[in-house]
């Protein structure tokens, strides 16, 4: 009779157990859905705040992000360096969150040093339009390569895009991206993937203190916004759009208040070798 019990214990215990793990990967995808980025929306960006008592910085953050680089209001410097970057090649997968195409490097892709704090590479994502803004200006899309400490401090470094003449770093992931539009699949794993390859193509950035541009919307994020505008092509864009296949045009947050914070611009002294 005991070992009925034990037997019987087991397998409710292994079902109760089957069925959390199933309904938690498709519970993932929901959640991932539970804030959009269409401004007339229950759970779009005006409302991101008050979804999740998690998400209050959302609405209530004093140093969100993105912002308006206004260039009148910047202060250039000279003194923030060179970024210093140690990408290395690396693993990655593409994966389709719900509002956007993240490729994710699952252990990391060498590190960006800043002021003595190695943050390491974990995972590139892209806006379209652009989310930062410069003197008002918006920009067809915007890269994210989110970078974090061991100590859980996050540096963003984002670059902007206008369109021309295509991305090769996008050219290079362009058959996975397919992949992901056509069969809607959520995840594409691509093989070695160089960090390296992502060009910035400047020395000059902009550095302030943000915010993460999703909920939670978590604050003291450094972040880095390179100075030159790049180049992408119409079908770079639709393509990453596409591949979310969410029914939105656009996954940009608004701007948010400065809130008083500085903005610097690094330029290096002409004199100078950094
Ligand atoms: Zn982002």
Redesign the pocket.
Known sequence: MEKLAIKLLCSIFLISLLLHTLPARSQEVDDEREFDYDKNSEKGPARWGEIHPEWGNCSKGSMQSPIDLLNERVEVVSHLGRLNRSYKPSNGTLKNRGHDMMLEWESGAGTLEINGTEYVLKQC?W?SPSEHTISGRKFALEL?MVHESQDGKVAVVGIMYIIGRPDSFLSSITDHLRMEAGNGETETVVGVVNPKDIKIGSRKYYRYMGSL??PPCTENVLWTIVRKVRTVTKEQVRLLRVAVHDDSDTNARPTQPTNGRPVQLYRPDENKDD
């Open positions: 994502h806006h994210h541009t999703t």
